[in-house]
């Protein structure tokens, strides 16, 4: 090892330990703790691993996070053996960041979300601060995760390394190595790389990281195939409420709140405090005095054709709305084109109907993946949120909500396709603490 890689190999050794204390107060949080028997001197000290994961291109921005929760609690579980550090792949290339003139590549995560936040549950590092650290532009060993060939008749945990399915996109060059998309990086390449067949919960592959594998860094490509341990239990709930927006992207939409909603936290009862103390009852949060819409298009059209209202009916809708919980405005987050939501504003006459426009540079610092944040921010903290059938974007909105401690009657809804305004209510996914 160069002298200069052990330097940083102590140094993030030193750090990992110093989260010990910083994070001791954290309440069942064991990852580094040292149990009463366990006489593990610090000269022990295993060195730090690395795991490092990707998505299936197709996947959306919202779905990407709810892959990141399993992850991140798969690193929860490596850590009670030993430290592993979680590192966050970039964003990019997402088929629905289509902006013109934005470079949408190598975007870092805290761009989007509050990364102290993020390191109260699992250690998490930048991949740029982790190819500093490591000083060449390497990944040791990649396992592309795939499904069983033919498919499943039967559900059961089961994991084999074996020939690739489908084209992965890793070619090996003459040397040996192997290079990939790998977020844009085009200097990055990996020593090995296999297929493994796999159908489990993200946790069944942790027997396999730390026995089968011996590499520092170890990338899992199409990490969605891992399936949540628990969805809904308070450990995907700390996961979820550690995923903090990004504060520069928090200030923005309270910003058009006060302005153009009438709503501040302190009215609305929607103060913030460190996630992991936290804890608010169903029907604390009151809301802004506006009803929040997510109102899905474009490609949602077809993917979901008849389970979404046009737009007058979705005009309609909110109407009733207004007027039952007596409101006079409506925030629409939409990725509508801009002559759909003038059309959609044309059916309200009396009521006021606002939508977030980014200034130039918001755009441009902040991409499509920050103003989608900017709208899922606002409607979290409508007194009333209405969303699009099965949308990622909208169930996020409804997380945000029970983080802010909303009555689920406020926040679990649906738009119904025009010709079924009685349409299923979404399922409600309460917080659990
Ligand atoms: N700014 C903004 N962008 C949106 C809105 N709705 C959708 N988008 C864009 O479209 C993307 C939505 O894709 P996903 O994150 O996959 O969510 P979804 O397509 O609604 O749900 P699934 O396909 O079920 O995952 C977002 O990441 C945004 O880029 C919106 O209300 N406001
Ligand atoms: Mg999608």
Redesign the pocket.
């Known amino acids: 090892m160069e002298t200069k890689e052990a330097w940083h190999l102590t140094l993030v050794v030193f750090i990992c330990w110093l989260a010990v204390f910083v994070r001791a107060d954290a309440e069942d949080d064991i990852a580094f703790s040292a149990g009463e028997s366990d006489t593990t001197k610090f000269g022990q000290a295993k060195s730090v691993r690395y795991l490092l994961y990707d998505v299936n291109p197709g996947?959306?921005?919202?779905?990407r996070r709810d892959v990141y929760m399993r992850v991140t609690n798969l690193v929860k579980e490596l850590n009670k053996e030993e430290p592993w550090v979680l590192v966050l792949p970039p964003w990019g290339r997402?088929y629905?960041?289509k902006s013109p003139d934005l470079e949408q590549i190598k975007i870092p995560w805290s761009t989007f979300f509050d990364l102290p936040s993020l390191r109260e549950h699992v250690p998490v590092i930048e991949f740029e601060e982790y190819l500093k650290l490591r000083g060449e532009p390497v990944i040791d060993e990649v396992y592309y995760l795939q499904g069983f060939k033919g498919g499943w008749t039967k559900w059961e945990e089961k994991m084999n390394i074996t020939e690739c399915n489908e084209g992965t996109g890793f070619v090996q060059d003459e040397e040996g190595n192997w290079y990939s998309w790998f977020f844009g990086y085009e200097e990055v390449y990996a020593k090995k790389f296999a297929c493994l067949s796999y159908m489990g919960h993200a946790t069944f592959i942790k027997p396999f990281l730390l026995k089968n594998t011996i590499g520092r860094c170890v990338m899992l490509p199409r990490a969605e195939v891992l399936l949540h341990d628990h969805f809904g239990n308070s450990e995907y709930w700390k996961a979820r409420r550690s995923m903090v927006f990004a504060k520069h992207l928090r200030d923005i939409g309270d910003e058009f709140r006060r302005e153009n909603l009438d709503s501040t936290d302190p009215e609305d009862k929607t103060e913030l405090e460190d996630w992991t103390k936290m804890k608010r009852n169903h029907g604390d949060a009151l809301g802004g005095p506006y009803v929040g819409v997510?109102l899905?298009r474009r490609d949602?059209l077809y993917?979901r054709e008849g389970n979404l209202p046009s737009l007058k009916g979705a005009a309609k809708q909110i109407k009733k709305i207004l007027k039952k919980y007596n409101l006079q405005k409506v925030f629409v987050?939409?990725?509508a084109p801009s002559e759909e939501f003038e059309e959609f504003k044309n059916y309200f006459k009396k009521s006021k109907v606002y939508r977030f426009v980014p200034s130039k540079e918001i755009k441009e610092k902040y991409k499509?993946?920050g103003?989608?944040i900017i709208?899922q921010w606002i409607a979290a903290h409508a007194r009333y949120f209405v969303g699009?059938y099965?949308?990622?974007?909208?169930f996020r909105i409804q997380e945000e909500r029970e983080i802010l401690g909303f009555d689920p009657d406020m926040t679990f809804n649906r738009l119904c396709p025009d010709n079924d305004s009685d349409c299923e209510k979404p399922s409600i996914w309460k917080i659990v603490y």
């Open positions: 996947e959306g921005f919202n779905l997402l629905h960041w997510h899905r949602y993917a987050a939409t990725d499509d993946g103003v989608a709208d699009s099965e949308s990622t974007f909208s």
